[in-house]
């Protein structure tokens, strides 16, 4: 069985800055109403349809807006050879960390 590793919000970012990939699982209409700028999408249900997109040297930091379905994503890619990690709190701990959300334009968003 392969070992899930959780980070929080500042451990995510420091992540991504150093060149892991920010998965965001959560459902379309929840990723068009906010999301960290620069994350990739790609819902829970589709995510064994996209395995080969990703590379497997590449850190992912799989997120939603809880923490359940994205640990059951960053599982998931660890059994398909990736590595993978779970934001622990999900988007709900990303802006309660005060982190910045985005909208479909890009534009930041004010929650």
């Known amino acids: 069985m392969v070992e899930l590793r959780t980070v929080n919000v500042a451990e995510a970012l420091e992540l991504v800055?150093?060149?892991a990939l920010l998965l965001d699982v959560r459902e379309d209409n929840e990723w068009q109403a906010g999301r960290a700028r620069g994350a990739v999408h790609v819902a829970l249900g589709e995510l064994a349809d996209?395995?080969?997109d990703f590379?497997?040297?590449q850190l992912i930091v799989c997120v939603c807006r809880s923490g359940v379905r994205s640990k059951r994503a960053s599982l998931f890619l660890l059994e398909q050879g990736l590595d993978?990690?779970?934001l622990e709190g999900g988007m709900l701990a990303w802006a309660s960390d005060g982190r910045?959300?985005?909208g479909d334009l890009g534009d930041p968003l004010v929650i």
């Open 17 to 19: 800055t150093s060149g």
């Open 50 to 52: 996209h395995v080969g």
């Open 55 to 57: 590379v497997t040297d």
């Open 84 to 86: 993978a990690v779970n």
């Open 100 to 102: 910045d959300l985005v």
